[in-house]
């Protein structure tokens, strides 16, 4: 029972992925992709104040016509939470915003 309370919290709170929202430059589509920690990310060792980060990088095309890539780089630190965001091609938006259509 309490293994099954728990299991349903975590798929929930999904603290395997990470999801990004963005929309394209050029036509406003908006896309997600959801990244997976235990694979998508590439460690760096001691690469802030000695403690390990993470980087993962996607690049992100929509289905309209205007084959936009849209490229996202994401570090996180060593517990793997997301302390920095770049993104060319686009720009980050938030879940509700993708929601929105
Ligand atoms: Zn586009």
Redesign the pocket.
Known sequence: MWDKIRSLFTARSDPHGYTVYVA??????KLKTRINKAHDLSVEYGARQGKDTYFCRKVL??D?????R?EVELTFDERKRVIDKEIS??RFISREEYMQG
């Open positions: 394209c430059d050029r036509c406003g589509e095309s929509g309209g016509p205007c084959f936009q849209i091609g686009g």
